[in-house]
């Protein structure tokens, strides 16, 4: 039932393409392409469509991981051949590395709910000021 | 642009993707609102993934949670996709990128919201 409501978007697809076996391939086109286009949330198309595919909430992260890794590094080398200066790489790198451990330690001490809703929220705002100049 | 300020929007992007919940895309957000070109800001994002997430999926790997007959069918399509998507980026203008991100995040945002207030509302639910 959660995982219904989850992806509304998904049962559209679903009624469009009553195929099953098209649903995953076509989950992965639509990530590949976000993934390589905005250079990221992929994990964001595939994580949905695997719980709605019947993977449970753990697993269903895990295999979303293995599909966006090699999807990720693939158009990390496209943005590499194609030219972008890597200068300021670094001390990002270093940042999400610390940031990546924290999060992970912190995760259990926080509520889900209350987490999940605070992402939304930010991710809102930060959707809102981009469409500003 | 400063090392501490990269290093600052890592940290937050970083926290985050930590807990599950898609670093890149407030990391992308962050780096371009305080002046990194778009492009770039991708580009760090899709790099910045994949030392963490490597580590992640070895652990998960281990732990045998990876279903294994699902991956293919995702992820041939997503490596090929992502390959032309990211070469047709480059062709881009950045401002587009921007809005389409920025709407693809708002879409992605009411669709967190809806998820959260359904599994608030069971909680509460459950607890009477």
């Given at each position: 039932m959660k995982t219904r409501k989850k992806s509304k978007f998904f049962s559209i697809l679903h009624k469009l393409f009553?195929?099953?076996?098209?649903f995953l391939p076509l989950a992965g086109t639509l990530a590949g392409a976000v993934n390589g286009l905005?250079?990221?949330?992929?994990g964001m198309i595939v994580l949905p469509a695997l719980e709605r595919a019947g993977c449970p909430v753990r697993s269903a992260h895990a295999t979303a991981l293995a599909v966006i890794l090699p999807a990720t590094l693939v158009s990390a080398l496209v943005y590499l051949f194609c030219g972008?200066?890597?200068?300021?790489l670094l001390p990002v790198l270093l940042g999400t590395s610390a940031g990546g451990l924290w999060g992970a330690a912190l995760l259990p001490r926080l509520r889900e709910e209350t987490l999940s809703f605070l992402f939304a929220l930010l991710m809102l705002l930060a959707g809102v000021r981009m469409l500003l100049p | 642009m400063s090392f501490l300020l990269l290093f600052l929007a890592g940290l937050a992007g970083g926290v985050f993707g930590g807990m599950g919940m898609g670093g890149g895309t407030l990391l992308i957000p962050l780096l371009v609102l305080m002046g990194v070109p778009q492009k770039f800001a991708q580009a760090m994002s899709l790099f910045s993934f994949l030392p963490m997430s490597a580590a992640a999926l070895s652990v998960h790997a281990k732990n045998g949670l990876i279903e294994r007959g699902k991956v293919l069918p995702l992820a041939l399509p997503a490596v090929l996709c992502s390959a032309l998507f990211a070469l047709l980026a480059f062709f881009l203008p950045a401002r587009a990128l921007r809005t389409g991100f920025a709407v693809f995040l708002v879409f992605l945002s009411l669709f967190r919201f809806r998820a959260a207030l359904s599994s608030f509302l069971a909680e509460k639910g459950a607890e009477k």
């Open positions: 009553p195929v099953k076996k098209l905005f250079g990221g949330g992929g972008v200066p890597f200068g300021t | -």
